[in-house]
C-alpha cells in the first residue's frame, strides 16, 4: 500500500515538472499594440511601439532603431527629430524560441500650407552675412537693410551681398511647393543690351527637415546653365583678411590663389563687413562661375549666364519680359552633384557667385537682392 502510494506521488510529481516544462518550451506568443508593417509618424512627435503576451508567460524585450538597441523593456517610445525613413526591429525571446516584427516607418517632411493670408512674398530674413565690397556698412550692405527687402518687391529696397561667397538666407510663411515650371523669382537690379551687367548669384534651397523652423538643414543647389562648366570651379573656398580700414581686402582660396578686392573714393570706409561674427577673417564656400568682367569699346561690362542665376539678365529665362530670375526646385542637387527630388522647400540662400573685383571705377560684381516671390501663389 504504502508502495502504491509512493508511485502514485512520484507519477504526479513528473507529470507536474512535465507540464512546466513544457510550458517553459513554448515560444513567445506576442501580441504587439501597433500589427502593421508599414505606418506614417511626424517630426518631434511621438508614437509607442509595445509589446504584451497573449498567454501570461514572459519573455525579453529587444527594441532596435535603424539597427541599433533602443529598448530592452516592453515598449519603445519613437520620436523623430528629422524627416526620413527609419527601421524599427521588434525581437520577443526566451528559451524556447524568438519572435520577431519589422515596422518601416516613414516620416514625412513637415509642410506648411498656404492659407488665405499667405503672402507670396518673403516673409523672414533668417541671415545676412556679406563678402566684402563697396556698398557693405551702407544702407544697402547692412543688417537693417536686409530686413527692408520683406514684401511686396514693387519697393526699390535693394541688399548687396558683396563679392564672392557673401549670402542672405530667407523664406516664406508657408512651404513652397515643386509645381510644374519655375517656382521661385528672384528680383535683382541687372542691365541688359549691348552693355549689359549682370553680377551673378547662385541660389541653394533647403527644407525644414528636422521641423524646428530653422534653416539648419542640408543645402541644395539650383544648378543653372554653368554647373557642369569645365570653368566652374565646385566646392570653392575664399578667406577674407579684416584690414580694419579704409585699405584693400586681401583674400586667400583653397586652390592657391590670393589677391585683393580694392576700395575705391566713391566708398571712404573700411569694406570688411563690420557686423560679422569674426572680426579677423571671414571664410566663405560655394560654386565659383567663371568671370565675365570686360569691355565694350570703353564701356566695362560683366555678362549673364543663360539661366538659373539672380540678378542676370537672362536671354534663356527671358528677363527682359519677366524683370525677374525664374528658379524650378527640380534643379536641385546635392552636395556631389547627385539630381535630388524636393516635393517642398522652406529656406532659400543666394549668394555671389564670382570672385570678380571689377576696377575702382565700377566696384567690385556683388549680387544684389530686391526680394522674392513663390510662383505658386497668384
Given at each position: 500500500m504504502k508502495k502504491s502510494y509512493l508511485l502514485l506521488l512520484l507519477?504526479?510529481?513528473?507529470?507536474?515538472?512535465?507540464?512546466?516544462?513544457?510550458?517553459?518550451e513554448i515560444a513567445p506568443d506576442v501580441n504587439l499594440a501597433i500589427k502593421t508593417d508599414a505606418l506614417e509618424a511626424k517630426v518631434n512627435v511621438k508614437t509607442t511601439f509595445s509589446a504584451g503576451t497573449n498567454n501570461g508567460l514572459p519573455f525579453k524585450h529587444l527594441w532596435k532603431l535603424d539597427g541599433a538597441v533602443v529598448s530592452e523593456v516592453y515598449n519603445f517610445d519613437f520620436t523623430p527629430l528629422k524627416a526620413g525613413t527609419y527601421i524599427i526591429e521588434y525581437t520577443a525571446s526566451n528559451t524556447a524560441g524568438t519572435f520577431t516584427h519589422k515596422y518601416t516607418v516613414t516620416v514625412p517632411v513637415p509642410v506648411i500650407g498656404v492659407t488665405p493670408a499667405s503672402t507670396k512674398f518673403i516673409s523672414t530674413i533668417f541671415e545676412y552675412l556679406?563678402?566684402?565690397?563697396?556698398?557693405?556698412?551702407?544702407?544697402?550692405?547692412?543688417?537693417?537693410?536686409?530686413?527692408?527687402?520683406?514684401?511686396?518687391?514693387?519697393?526699390?529696397s535693394l541688399i548687396s551681398l558683396g563679392g564672392f561667397g557673401g549670402y542672405i538666407v530667407f523664406g516664406f510663411?508657408?512651404?513652397?511647393?515643386?509645381?510644374?515650371?519655375?517656382?521661385?523669382?528672384?528680383?535683382?537690379?541687372?542691365?541688359?543690351?549691348?552693355?549689359?551687367?549682370?553680377?551673378?548669384?547662385?541660389?541653394?534651397?533647403?527644407?525644414?527637415?528636422?521641423?524646428?523652423?530653422?534653416?539648419d538643414d542640408e543645402w541644395y543647389e539650383l544648378a543653372g546653365s554653368e554647373y557642369n562648366n569645365p570653368l566652374t570651379i565646385k566646392n570653392y573656398e575664399i578667406t577674407y583678411v579684416n584690414p580694419?580700414?579704409?585699405?584693400?581686402?586681401?583674400?586667400?582660396?583653397?586652390?592657391?590663389?590670393?589677391?585683393?578686392?580694392?576700395?575705391?573714393?566713391?566708398?571712404?570706409?573700411?569694406?570688411?563687413?563690420?557686423?560679422?561674427?569674426?572680426?579677423?577673417?571671414?571664410?566663405?564656400r560655394g560654386t565659383l562661375l567663371p568671370s565675365t568682367f570686360g569691355?565694350?569699346?570703353?564701356?566695362?561690362?560683366?555678362?549673364?549666364?543663360?539661366?538659373?542665376?539672380?540678378?542676370?539678365?537672362?536671354?534663356?529665362?527671358?528677363?527682359?519680359?519677366?524683370?525677374?530670375n525664374g528658379f524650378d526646385i527640380s534643379w536641385a542637387v546635392d552636395k556631389t552633384g547627385k539630381k535630388v527630388e524636393?516635393?517642398?522647400?522652406?529656406?532659400?540662400?543666394?549668394?555671389?557667385?564670382q570672385r570678380e573685383k571689377g576696377n575702382t571705377l565700377m566696384g567690385e560684381i556683388s549680387t544684389e537682392v530686391k526680394g522674392a516671390q513663390d510662383l505658386g501663389i497668384k
Open positions: 507519477s504526479v510529481f513528473a507529470l507536474m515538472y512535465s507540464c512546466k516544462k513544457d510550458e517553459k556679406p563678402a566684402p565690397g563697396q556698398f557693405i556698412n551702407e544702407a544697402l550692405g547692412s543688417v537693417a537693410g536686409a530686413q527692408k527687402i520683406i514684401g511686396d518687391v514693387s519697393k526699390t510663411d508657408h512651404s513652397v511647393v515643386n509645381n510644374s515650371g519655375n517656382d521661385l523669382a528672384i528680383y535683382g537690379n541687372p542691365i541688359g543690351g549691348s552693355t549689359a551687367w549682370a553680377e551673378p548669384g547662385i541660389v541653394m534651397v533647403s527644407q525644414d527637415v528636422n521641423g524646428n523652423g530653422k534653416p580694419k580700414g579704409f585699405a584693400n581686402v586681401t583674400w586667400t582660396d583653397n586652390q592657391g590663389g590670393s589677391g585683393t578686392y580694392d576700395v575705391n573714393n566713391f566708398h571712404k570706409h573700411n569694406f570688411y563687413p563690420e557686423f560679422a561674427p569674426d572680426q579677423e577673417k571671414l571664410t566663405l569691355k565694350v569699346g570703353s564701356i566695362f561690362v560683366n555678362a549673364a549666364f543663360n539661366w538659373g542665376y539672380t540678378d542676370s539678365w537672362s536671354i534663356g529665362d527671358d528677363y527682359a519680359t519677366n524683370k525677374y524636393l516635393k517642398t522647400i522652406d529656406f532659400v540662400k543666394v549668394y555671389t557667385a
